[in-house]
Each structure stands twice: as C-alpha cells, then as structure tokens.
C-alpha cells in the first residue's frame, strides 16, 4: 500500500513540472543569478538590445525573433521585425502584442521600472550582461542553452576564439604604439582599461593612454590629448552628424600637433562592430590591429 502511495505522489509531481506536451520545464539561471523557467524551448522571443539581437541571429534563431528595438539594425533580416520601442524605454504595449515566451535583455540597458512590469505581466526574462570578450562567450553559451542551441552556440564560440588566436598570432613582436580611442567627439569621451574597448586596445598591442581612468568611459580634455601624444587615434562613428564633427576634429589645433595627425594616422572605425559585445567583435578586433599595427597584417610578395 505505502509503495502505492509513493508512486502516486512522485506521478503527480511529475505532472507539476512537466507541461501537457510532454516537455519537461527548465530552470534557467540569468546573468543576474535569477531563475527563469521554461516549459520549452522559446518559439516568441524580444530582443531588448542589439547585441542581445545579433546573438539570437547568429545562433540561427531569426525565425524565432519576433520584435526588436529601434537600434537592432544587423542583420538585414533584423530590420524588418516588429519594432519595440528605444533600449531603456521600450514600449510595453507594444511588446505584449507580440506574445513572446521570452524576453531577452542586456544589463547595460536596463530600466528597473520596465523590468518590473514586464516581470509583474508575466513575461519571462532573460538577462544577459557581458563586459569583457570572455563574458560575451558566456552569454553566448548562455542563451543558447535558454533557446536550445547550445551545440550552435559552442561552435560559434570556438569560431570566434580561433578567429582571435589568428590574429593574436599576427602581432607577435610588434611594438606597443600610443593610442588613443574616443567614443564620442561632443564632448571627447575615450576608454580606460575597465571597458571592454580597453581590452581590445590591449589586445591589439596599443598603449591605451587613458588607461588609468578609474572610470569605464572617462572626458578627456584637448590639453591632455596634447600632452599624451598618441601615436594613433581612433574614433567610434556612430553619430549620425559623424563626418561633419570628424572634419573638425581632425582639423582642431590640439589635434594636428600629435604624432597621429603628422604621421596620417587618425581613423574613424564602424560604431557597430567595436561599441557592441556581439559575434562581430571580432571583426573589431581585426579592424582595430590593422589600425594600429598595419604592418602585422602585410604580405610580402
């Protein structure tokens, strides 16, 4: 009798976790330590960040994206999905129209007030926040895991991690060059060593010389670029008044008196593939060695 009851209580246990398709439910952790639940692999997902959107894309889940924000604009494919509204602002309404089984955000937008109307609606929500190149293979594996695609995911990592020793190999022997990158030219906004620009300078074999900064994204005033010297300086496009501010820049008295402006090395470089922590970082990668170290990338005949 008592061997009965046991198996009664643990087939109904079984039917509590286990939705009426037979699937069984999932708990997932985010990158915020929450625990999300799922009763299957997401068919509706948002995306609440770009970054988040190229992810979801490259792992092969478009079909699943059914709303973006304004700013997802890569792939091709992204920009004809439902708009939902601006990264920190997103448009509830809008959102719950879509019906998504998942809503997948990244930390760096995040408003806490929409976040806990989306999350008192019911909606489920994934969170993911990488800071560094490792991170992002982490998030990567991560929402692969939440979606289903952790095989996609694990050989997209180890593309990406190959792509990079390519290039690391590259720059054996150079020598470490000043330089200096900037986020914005109104005012001047450059990258310390805790950004993950940071790292990249680093990995490319710059000399960051804003390094130092206890802040991620620090104001850089003219009289230190003209005391730095950098010996390259690399600025982020992604403005939309981007060639008139470059021209000026390019042109300003503190500008023309460093080593990179005499020596033609002042670069402009796609916001898209070195401001977001996507799979085309690498790609920023690439761009940023051949910017500072273009003699890495020659080939002799």
Known sequence: MKKIILITVVLFLICLITPS??????????????????????QRIVSLAPNVTEILFALGLGDKVVGVTNFCNYPEEAKQKEKVGM???PNIEKILTLKPDLVVW???????????????LGLKIFIIGPRTIEALFNSIINVGNVCDKRKEAEDLVLSMKKRLSSI????????????????????????SKNSFHGEMIEFAKGENIESSSPDRYPRISWEEVVKQRPDVIIVSNHREDFRKLFAEFKNSPAIRVTPAFENNRVHEVK???????????????????KIIHPE????EP
């Not at 916001?271 to 060695?289: C, H, K, Q, T, W």
Request: aromatic share 8%; hydrophobic share 45%; no cysteine.
């Open 87 to 89: 990264l920190l602002n």
């Open 296 to 299: 890495a990338f020659f080939i």
């Open 168 to 191: 690391e190999e590259k720059l054996k022997g150079v020598k470490k060059v000043k330089v200096l990158f900037l986020l914005d030219l109104k005012p001047l906004i450059s990258v």
């Open 271 to 289: 916001s898209d593939l070195v401001d977001r922590l996507a799979p085309r970082i690498i790609y920023g990668f690439e761009n940023l060695v």
């Open 21 to 42: 398709g037979g699937e069984t439910a999932r708990v997932f952790k985010d990158e915020l330590g929450r625990a999300v639940t799922l009763e299957k692999a997401p």
């Open 106 to 120: 990244n930390t760096e937008g995040e408003n806490k007030q929409t976040f806990i109307k989306l999350s008192k």
